[in-house]
């Protein structure tokens, strides 16, 4: 199957601070990708749509200022979590979409934040 | 897109065949099933899907009722390895690619 990667696996920040979490999709061309979110013990939440060259598309209850997405080419998709809080802790993972009888989804390994 | 039903868990036995159940009434005739898993602390991982014939590959078998209102994912011989929650979506394609996540199967695989 496809290969989706995310970078970084980790990361811990302070309160406050801004973190940037990278998508990408290594040997296939993706014009959407997907953020999804996930508590501990719960399901993946999806966050945005983001597509290639345009504006990403929020779920309700997201925060567009807060959960910044660029897709600035066919492979990248960033995700930028704004002055984080401790209730952003969570595990971040996004997907991306390759044509193969209907669109099948890849994800990403997934990247764990956690705010101090 | 529809909803799907699945078991909270189950529990099979190493080298047994796993049979994950799925109902998913409210399918539309346009609706793939598609089966993901995800092992602890990982991103999910696809399996396979499919519209209405039985499909298989390397990893399972998917084996969907004539009406498609339910399916079974089916592990040939589950390993260790294999235990994982395993999520049943299906999907609409004019939403795209999105797909809604329920709870899943917890499957554990024993000894």
């Known amino acids: 199957g496809a290969v989706v990667s995310q970078h970084p696996s980790r990361v811990i920040c302070k309160s406050g601070t801004s973190v940037k979490i990278e998508c990408r999709s290594l040997d296939f061309q993706a014009t959407t990708m997907f953020w999804y979110r996930q508590f501990p013990k719960q399901s993946l939440m999806l966050m945005a749509t983001s597509n290639e060259g345009s504006k990403a598309t929020y779920e309700q209850g997201v925060e567009k200022d807060k959960f910044l997405i660029n897709h600035a080419s066919l492979t990248l998709s960033t995700l930028t979590v704004t002055s984080a809080h401790p209730e952003d802790s969570s595990f971040y993972i996004c997907?991306?979409?390759?044509?193969?009888?209907?669109?099948?989804?890849?994800f990403g390994p997934g990247t764990r934040l956690l705010v101090l | 897109d529809a909803k799907t039903t699945q078991p909270t868990s189950m529990d099979c036995a190493e080298g047994r065949a796993a049979n994950l159940p799925c109902n998913h009434s409210?399918?539309?005739?346009?609706?793939?099933v598609y089966w993901y898993r995800q092992i602890h602390s990982q991103g999910p991982q696809y399996i396979i899907h499919g519209l209405k014939n039985n499909e298989t590959n390397e990893m399972a078998s998917l084996i969907i009722t004539e009406d498609r209102k339910s399916s079974t994912l089916i592990l040939p011989h589950a390993t260790l390895r294999d235990t994982a929650v395993y999520y049943c979506i299906v999907r609409d394609q004019t939403s795209g690619s999105r797909l809604t996540f329920g709870e899943g199967t917890q499957l554990t695989v024993n000894p």
């Open positions: 409210t399918i539309s005739g346009n609706e793939y």
């Open positions: 997907s991306a979409g390759q044509v193969l009888g209907g669109e099948t989804q890849y």
